[in-house]
Structure formats: structure tokens, C-alpha cells
């Protein structure tokens, strides 16, 4: 069985940065469609960084210019780098990965069990 695993949340003032990091057991990053998620109080989960296994890369316009996703294929580790950060970037974060890409993809079909991200102002 496909499992995710996500580190790295935790809470921070606003303007700071934080790393967010996906391990995953049964499979190979390299094979699939990745994604970071996240859900805000109040408001539906939304998808804020995708990655094509050929490595085109899709960002919400919400954080364009300030959060950066990589992937480390060796250490099958894929990261979501977080800078600027701002109270309306609380949230529970999440990710995903398909095999299909990433432009066939509503829904993913692996999930990890989610991250808190809380930023103080």
C-alpha cells in the first residue's frame, strides 16, 4: 500500500519561512504527478503547488514568489519551501501524488495525513 508522510509544520511569525518535507513508502517520486495541498479554517482545501514527473511546476497565484516546491528524487523526498509567510497562510497542509499527470489530475488518489502550519502576525 501507497503511503505519504509529511514534517516540518509548526508555528511561525508572520514574515518567516518554513520547510515542509514528504516522505513516501511503496513507491518512486519519480513515477508521479506531486502536489501540496492545504485547507484553511473555514474554507475548502486547495491545491497550492503541483509538479509533472517531467518537472513543470504550477503554483497558485496565493503564493506565487513566495513558496518554492523541489523534489530530491535520490532521497525520494519532495519539499515545499515556504517564505513570507502570512496569517492567511494557516493552515492544514497535505500531500498527494498520482501516477497520472499532473494535467489529468482533479483528485489524487494518495494522501498523507496532513501538517500544521500556523502563522502569528
Known amino acids: 500500500q501507497e503511503q505519504l508522510v509529511e514534517f516540518g509544520g509548526g508555528s511561525v511569525q508572520a514574515g518567516g519561512s518554513l520547510r515542509l518535507s514528504c516522505g513516501a513508502s511503496g513507491f518512486t517520486f519519480n513515477l508521479y504527478c506531486l502536489g501540496w495541498y492545504r485547507q484553511r479554517p473555514g474554507k475548502e482545501r486547495e491545491r497550492v503547488i503541483s509538479i509533472e514527473r517531467g518537472g513543470d511546476t504550477t503554483y497558485a497565484d496565493s503564493v506565487k514568489g513566495r513558496f518554492t516546491g523541489s523534489v530530491e528524487y535520490a532521497k525520494n523526498l519532495w519539499y515545499l519551501e515556504m517564505n513570507s509567510l502570512k496569517p492567511d497562510d494557516t493552515a492544514m497542509y497535505y500531500c498527494?501524488?498520482?501516477?497520472?499527470?499532473?494535467?489529468?489530475?482533479?483528485?489524487?488518489?494518495?494522501w498523507g495525513q496532513g501538517t500544521q502550519v500556523t502563522v502569528s502576525s
Open positions: 498527494a501524488a498520482d501516477s497520472r499527470r499532473c494535467g489529468l489530475v482533479k483528485d489524487f488518489t494518495f
